[in-house]
Each structure stands twice: as structure tokens, then as C-alpha cells.
């Protein structure tokens, strides 16, 4: 008889980001994290680090939930403490740090990425998105002009079901401030466009814009969470997830199909678990070498391979 693991869950922190990214004194800003694999008790938690040593304790609330993920929000305003700032944030064994830039309104400059676009907006898995945009800055009173050329222009994807941003490629301003840049389609979701600011210029993110990638019957989604991150050579890492497939109407749960680990890009037959009635897995791997894990799903029947994003990387000391 094969017992259930509901509770069996590793919550793992998947993005962290200020808004705006530029953080101005005395103005409210918000901290959102999004996170996956959490159970009904799992809080985020965090902290804020000023340059002069300054703490803020933050108050997450949990403000949305899909199949795959949950976003949280704190928000907070620093009236002192010019320069560069961390936020730390934690939930269960998990945890994750990103820097920002606070400043003055006053002494700094607006940018923003106008005219942000992909194309083609309707695609099939595989097939090459292109971004383009132009990157400007605030000349006084409505007008903007453009930066000098090479400034760098992060691209990132949110794919649908899920709250993380993740950055997939990035590319440099040309004359006027344009810039192109391209990406293989691989799901549907938001795309957008960042330049991080530097100097006096303040951070900036461009408008969403949404690409569509065709989806299929038998479509397969896997999860991935893994405890601890890092261990001493031969100790034991657990990961666990949910291994869900497409219906055309929704996503529901594969059951009774076997999942492999793949370790610093090789796949490790022995390490295999099947998944139970919920979907779920579980696989025990003694780590002998650091490295990314992905637990790969071979096409099955009616469900087509599929494999974890992103890669867990594993520290072995």
C-alpha cells in the first residue's frame, strides 16, 4: 500500500524584486516574492539592510496563489539612509537576498523603456521571439531624450499560472536608445524589459507585453523543491514536487508515473521515485557533487517529457 505526501513539501523562493527599483526617500516602495511547493503554514519572512548598519523587520501577506506558485507582498518606506540596500527573505529552509538603490528625488534623473514590444505574439514552442523598445530619460518639463548608446537592458519572462520573474536574455541600447533582443519561445506568459539604472539615472521597467505559445493535450509541468541547498559530501538532499499534465481545460495530476533526478547535468536512473495519487514525488539523493538538479519526466503514454525550472543548484562541501 503506498502511503500519501500531501504534507511532504520543500517551499523554495523563486523571485525576489523591489518596486519601483529605484527606491526614493521618504516614498512607499513594496518587496514581492514569490514562491512555490508551500503548505498552509509556510510564511515568508524578512528583512530590510541599510548602509549605516539600519534594520526593518518586513510583514509579508500572502496576496495570490495558482497550481504552481504564491506571491507575497510587504511594502515599507525609508525616510534615511541613502546608497545600497538588501532585503532578505526566508520561508521554511529557504532563503534569498537582492540589493537596491535608495535615493533622493531630487539629484537623480527618470528614465523609462518606451515602446516595448514582442513579435510575433502568437507562436509554437521552439520558435524565435523578438523584443524591441527604446530606452529614454527626462530632458525637463515632457520631454525625453535618449541615452548615450550601450546601455544594458535586462529581458525577463513570467510564464502563466506562475508570479516569479525570471531573466532570459539581455542585450545593449543603439542609437536613440533602441535596442533589440531574442528568445525561444517556450511558454506562454509576460515579457518585459528592465535597465538597472546606475549614476544619478534611476532603475526603470518597461510596460508588460504578452507572447502566446501554443499549448497541447498531455503537456507535462514539474515542480521542484530541495532541502537542504548545502551539505557535507555524502549527506542526504530530499526533493520533492508535483508532476501535472495539460487537459486542454486545465492542468491536472499525473499519477503512477516514474520521475528521475538529473545531477549537474547528468540523469541518475537509480535516483527515481513514482509519483502517488496526488501527483507527487519524492527522491532521496546522497550528493557527492555541486551543481543544478532537475528531476526530469520522460514522455510517458499520453504525457509528453517534460522537466523542473529552474535548475535547484546543490553546494557540496
Not at 188 to 200: K, T, Y
Amino acid at each position: 500500500m503506498r502511503l500519501l505526501r500531501r504534507d511532504d513539501h520543500f517551499p523554495q523562493i523563486e523571485s525576489v524584486e523591489v518596486t519601483p527599483p529605484t527606491v526614493l526617500l521618504g516614498e512607499p516602495f513594496a518587496i514581492t516574492v514569490a514562491t512555490s511547493e508551500n503548505g498552509p503554514r509556510d510564511t515568508v519572512t524578512g528583512t530590510l539592510s541599510g548602509p549605516g548598519g539600519e534594520q526593518v523587520r518586513l510583514r509579508f501577506a500572502r496576496t495570490g496563489e495558482s497550481d504552481f506558485e504564491q506571491a507575497w507582498e510587504a511594502e515599507s518606506t525609508i525616510s534615511d539612509g541613502r546608497g545600497k540596500w538588501q532585503v532578505d527573505v526566508a520561508i521554511g529552509e529557504d532563503s534569498a537576498e537582492t540589493s537596491f538603490e535608495v535615493a533622493d528625488r531630487t539629484g537623480t534623473v527618470e528614465t523609462r523603456i518606451r515602446g516595448f514590444a514582442v513579435e510575433p505574439e502568437t507562436v509554437d514552442p521552439g520558435d524565435l521571439l523578438t523584443f524591441t523598445g527604446r530606452l529614454e530619460r527626462a530632458a525637463g518639463g515632457d520631454d525625453w531624450s535618449s541615452l548615450p548608446d550601450g546601455q544594458p537592458i535586462l529581458v525577463s519572462f513570467r510564464a502563466d499560472d506562475e508570479y516569479a520573474w525570471h531573466v532570459i536574455t539581455e542585450t545593449k541600447t543603439g542609437e536613440g536608445g533602441r535596442f533589440t533582443a531574442t528568445a525561444t519561445a517556450v511558454e506562454s506568459g509576460l515579457w518585459r524589459a528592465e535597465f538597472q539604472g546606475g549614476g544619478d539615472l534611476r532603475a526603470t521597467r518597461s510596460a508588460e507585453t504578452r507572447s502566446t505559445v501554443r499549448r497541447s493535450v498531455g503537456d507535462v509541468s514539474v515542480s521542484h523543491g530541495r532541502t537542504p541547498k548545502k551539505v557535507h559530501r555524502g549527506k542526504i538532499v530530499t526533493h520533492s514536487g508535483t508532476v501535472r499534465y495539460w487537459t486542454g481545460n486545465g492542468w491536472s495530476v499525473v499519477s503512477n508515473r516514474s520521475v528521475l533526478l538529473r545531477v549537474d547535468g547528468t540523469d541518475h536512473p537509480d535516483l527515481n521515485d513514482d509519483t502517488d495519487s496526488h501527483g507527487r514525488y519524492k527522491i532521496t539523493e546522497h550528493a557527492q557533487v555541486s551543481g543544478g538538479r532537475v528531476v526530469v519526466f520522460r514522455k510517458q503514454g499520453q504525457y509528453s517529457a517534460g522537466q523542473s525550472t529552474p535548475e535547484r543548484p546543490v553546494t557540496v562541501t
